[in-house]
């Protein structure tokens, strides 16, 4: 019988009562050890691994009934049967309640203790198979719902990139930019997390660019009000795009990475602290980068003429913390091996 080796824990103040359990038990072939009172019953139960206890409701010192709640909060997997000589219902309703799986009665009837026995650890084989099964079921779910997220952003980002490839002018940048921005975010000794979303919102950034008017974007000359609001909907697009596949923080980095840190940008609603700091921080790569590549209405300016506007906008444009982190990371470096 597969319970046959379970292991069982019969914990009794009398003497007596734990041989002659005991007896009856091994003789089944079940491996029985005995504990006089709570402390005891604790210590075995850290020690080895049982699968049964049959628990005394009265004993001297810390009763069955205070000791059930501890075996099923250190031991949940554990079985617990109550043995009493009391025949009151509340108090054996009141273990029941508690996560007991079974009660005997004492004087014991030793054929309907083996009963009992049988029958709880049954129930528990079935309840460990079950939750073993659900666990194996989420795992595997969890597994699957990655598999999918990671397709998902696989699509997207290839579409981020076929979208700045057609473009001689973008082709690269939001690759340099994830770069730029990871580096700063190191600097500033983000965690591995808060650097993960900044390399998603550093690569999709710009996606929102896919619903923005192409004769637009690539216009030699200088924009009006008109065509530079347009053009200004991509984070907000882009924002709406990723929603389903990626973090909150990332979204909110893809929305507000135009804000100004002073907040005078007409279409943002917060300022200074209250831009999320990956926004704050894709907001310095993004306009390193697109000063030192060309553009159709101008050409590349020089690394040093980049720097020096970002410098320029330390406070107005940009967060003049993050001005400060770029300005330790070795940026001609990245933009040069990248160009
Ligand atoms: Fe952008």
Redesign the pocket.
Known sequence: MANNKARILVVDDEAMVRRLLCQKLSREGYQCQEADGARQALAKLRDDQVELVILDIKMPGKSGIELLPEIKTGYPDTAVIMATALSDANIITQCMKQGAYDYICKPFDLAEVLLSVEGVLDKRRLELEIKKYQQHLEEKVDEQTKEIRKVFLGAIEALAFALEAKDKYTAGHSRRVTEIAVAIGKEMGLSANDLEDLRWGGLL??VG?IAIDQLIQNKPGELTAEEYEHIMT??HVGAGIVKPVVNDRVVEMIEH??DYYDGSRREQDSDGEGIPLGARILAVA?AFDAMTSDRPYRSAMSISEALSEIKKCSGSQFDPAIVDAFYKIPVAGIVLAEA
């Open positions: 950034h710009d660019k991509h984070p990475h135009h993004d």
